[in-house]
């Protein structure tokens, strides 16, 4: 991350230490006070009292904490005193946790990649320091802050400069739910396009060549879903076969409406309409063009990119690869019924996301719906066209 990125972003990372030994808070702030981590000094704040811990960390006031364990001293059997604060951390909000105790055997459970546990034994304080080193390397509290920060501004510009500025043509439905409704609506816009690029460069501060983003442009992680949500299949869904060695992809381009399972509904299919999917590097737009490179070849690329491909471009669709997902051509001519229970036991890589999955749709509907017509003739039509 390049340097200019503390000075965009600005402040120290808010550390928040719970601790109920007075000389152990001294002493982790005097360790790592000086300590700079993604380009930012380290602010420490020590707590001893569990009520004020929990409702700063519901403010969402702390980037990371650093917790112990036992209320007193360490002991087995003795009071874990901190594990109830992770527990309610969790249950009220995100923030990265690394429990500090002189007594981490048996607590090993805890432990995940957003939870350390670190021993306050010999060199215990640098094992402290490495561990939120490797928080930060991971970009979670900093993914955690932007994430925060972007939301709290979302809120504060729509309800200052909008809200209160139109507050008549709320007025009537502020006592029904339809005004919340209006809100969480506004708000879910804010994590669009334009919103993913602000946090995306506080974070990661400017991208590296070549990530760049236009504007009018949208990165292929965008277009998905990914895990996907519930156990139904979606339209949209991209999920694997494996037959005889290949992986066979499939991608649903059946209503979600008629497989949901949700509330005790039945669904309205027994089967599932899919389209098969193949890796673009295998297309032979692509296999030429990477054989031997010119500009022509490349213009043929970008055309299979774009879904305007010279011949029948309403028969393919691209999609674009992002983490295990590959570049892919489907293909409106392998189609595929499969058993609605089959689908929901295939792995389902992700699913498009709005209006990705429903572009899909739409050009498998204008494919499917072509209507031949015999072509007129030019010659007569020629002779006959300015008379």
């Not at 112990?68 to 001293?73: H, I, Q, S, T």
């Not at 007594?103 to 459970?109: A, D, Q, S, T």
């Amino acid at each position: 991350m390049p340097e200019e990125a503390e000075d965009k972003n600005g402040g120290a990372w808010n550390v928040l230490v719970v601790e109920d030994d007075e000389t152990v808070r001294r002493q982790i702030k005097e360790y790592l006070e000086d300590e700079v981590f993604a380009f930012r000094k380290l602010h420490m704040s020590d707590i001893g009292d569990l009520s004020e811990a929990l409702n700063l960390i519901k403010e969402r006031k702390a980037d990371l904490v650093i917790l112990d364990v036992y209320r007193g001293a360490a002991k087995p059997g003795g009071e874990q005193t901190g594990v109830l604060i992770l527990e309610s951390i969790k249950k009220s909000g995100f923030v990265p946790v690394v429990l500090y105790t002189a007594l981490p055997e048996g607590l090993e459970e805890h432990k995940s990649i957003f939870i350390r546990l670190v021993g306050k034994d010999a060199g215990g304080l640098e094992k402290l320091k490495t561990e939120i080193g490797d928080l930060f390397r991971l970009f979670i509290p900093q993914m955690h802050r932007a994430v925060v920060n972007h939301l709290d501004q979302a809120l504060s510009s729509y309800m200052w400069e909008f809200v209160q500025q139109h507050w008549g043509e709320f007025e009537p439905i502020v006592e029904k739910p339809e005004f919340l409704r209006l809100v969480i609506q506004r708000l879910a816009m804010a994590f669009t396009h334009q919103g993913i690029e602000e946090m995306t460069r506080q974070v990661y501060g400017t991208p590296a060549a070549g990530a760049v983003v236009d504007a009018d442009k949208v990165h292929p992680a965008e277009y998905y879903i990914k895990p996907p949500i519930g156990k139904d299949p979606l339209l949209g869904d991209i999920r694997i076969r494996e037959d005889a060695g290949n992986t066979i992809y499939l991608v649903v381009l059946w209503p979600s409406c008629d497989m949901v399972s949700t509330a005790g509904r039945e669904p309205k299919t027994d089967c599932v309409l899919c389209a098969r999917a193949k890796p673009a590097k295998d297309a032979p737009e692509v296999v030429d063009w990477t054989s031997s490179p010119s500009s022509n070849k490349q213009k043929s690329v970008e055309g299979l990119i774009k879904n305007m491909r010279d011949k029948s471009p309403d028969r393919y669709h691209f999609l674009p690869g992002v983490w295990d997902l590959p570049n892919l051509v489907v293909d409106f001519q392998d189609l595929e019924h499969v058993k609605l229970e089959t689908i929901r036991g295939l792995r389902c890589l992700g699913t498009l996301a709005s209006p990705f999955a429903e572009a899909v749709a739409t050009r498998f509907q204008r494919y499917i719906g072509r209507v031949g017509t015999l072509d007129l003739d030019l010659t007569l039509m020629l002779t006959r066209i300015s008379k």
